[in-house]
């Protein structure tokens, strides 16, 4: 097929650099650029080619690429090495010849209307008394005890044990994410379609809690050993998190049905209703099914947990269904399938979030996941 010899060419370097661990930031820029990552993602290498150029080491690179769910470093050396994560070379590459649909079936996406924005820093405020403050980038917002920038909001900590207890509510719409530092010093980062009460201020000697009422967010505590031995707290309706040690991630979506608690460092205590309580090793995921009200610990990457405030999204062995409501949230939008076949499909990668949700769309396609996708407004419907 045309450009066979040079496709090898290029997927050589690739898997050999990843194989010996020797890719030259210099190289990237001829491996990776646009038109070599548009003809990898359509795989222009025919059958024979394909068995003829596979050997046994590279298979093992790839297969190692595809099949491994626990090496962290290999995620992030793979975002590092696509420097863009809508491309996914690699990544698609490796679909291509894992995949079974033809290549040469080309349909160009339909868009109408199409008004899908990357997701940015915006949030509204809900104050004491009921007001609500808009805060979004390029604004501004202070009071006696908080101010903000439009990316975050940073609560003083004067007003500790100095007057009645007021709550706040920061609320971050789809399409949004924010960050708090709380009036204890503690940071918490909040991801689309999530909700989080608070206190502007904590009381001397007792519980710092907080209230996640629904949505996604990464807390780093500020220890009780510089509160009086303060306990901090994060309350949800099916749970309650006493933080024994610092950085930990909840996932608790109202549309989903389980909870997730993953502990970064230190150590949390789990308590539910009814049942015993379950700690947390850092690296460790509890997973409480809201239907059965079952609980189960399982060992994960946690840097695919929680890559999400750090503008990455990283997958491994997740669906196209799951990847999707990830994206629905982040870029505001409604995400059909046409064919339910493709909900089950699952994917390693990484993605951007300042990416355009169309260029991710293509990659997708591209990479045979999916045959086609149509815009609609804000509706996706993927074929």
């Known amino acids: ?85 809508a491309c996914l070379v690699l990544f698609a590459a490796v679909t291509y010849f894992l995949t079974t649909q033809d290549p040469n079936q080309i349909h160009e996406p339909i868009m109408v209307d199409t008004k899908i924005e990357i997701g940015t820093d915006k949030a509204t405020l809900t104050l004491q008394d009921g007001t609500d403050v808009l805060l979004e980038q390029g604004t501004s917002y202070q009071t006696t005890y908080a101010n903000s920038d439009g990316k975050e909001i940073i609560y003083s900590s004067g007003l500790q044990g100095k007057s009645e207890v007021a709550y706040n509510y920061l609320e971050i719409p789809r399409g949004g994410q924010f960050k708090v530092q709380l009036a204890d010093g503690t940071m918490v ?46 309350l949800h309706d099916s749970q309650e998190i006493e933080v024994l040690g610092t950085e930990f991630n909840i996932k608790a979506y109202p549309e989903e049905s389980y909870i997730l608690t993953t502990l970064v460092e230190g150590k949390v205590s789990l308590n539910i209703p009814e049942k015993d309580k379950v700690i947390l090793e850092p690296n460790e995921q509890s997973q409480f099914n809201i239907g059965t009200s079952t609980i189960q610990t399982i060992e994960v990457d946690v840097y695919n947990e929680t890559s999400w405030r750090e503008g990455i999204f990283s997958f491994k062995a997740k669906t196209l269904s799951e990847i999707m409501t990830v994206l629905s949230r982040w870029y505001d939008v409604e995400i059909i399938f046409s064919n339910e076949s493709l909900e089950t499909l699952e994917f390693n990668g990484v993605l951007g979030k300042d990416e355009k949700i169309t260029n991710l769309l293509t990659t997708f396609k591209e990479a045979n996941f999916i045959n086609a996708y149509d815009v609609n407004n804000k509706t996706i419907l993927l074929k």
Do not use: C
């Not at 003809?39 to 190692?64: C, M, P, Q, T």
């Not at 690429?65 to 994560?85: E, M, P, Y």
């Not at 907080?210 to 780093?220: K, N, P, Q, R, T």
């Open 189 to 234: 980062w909040l991801n689309s379609g999530s909700k989080l009460k608070y206190p502007v201020a904590f009381e001397n000697g007792v519980d710092r809690n907080v209230e996640l009422l629904y949505g996604e967010a990464y807390f780093d505590v500020s220890p009780s050993t510089e509160h009086g031995g303060s306990r901090f707290k994060v």
């Open 1 to 85: 097929m045309h450009n066979s010899e040079e496709q090898k060419t290029i997927l050589g370097k690739i898997l050999d650099s990843l194989a010996n661990d020797k890719l030259e930031e210099s190289q990237t820029t001829e491996i990776l650029s646009k038109e070599n990552r548009k003809r990898i993602a359509k795989g222009l290498l025919d059958e024979k080619g394909d068995e003829a150029y596979f050997d046994s080491e590279k298979n093992e690179v790839l297969s190692s690429i595809v099949k491994d769910r626990n090496n962290k470093t290999s995620s992030k050396q793979i975002f590092w090495l696509l420097g863009t994560a």
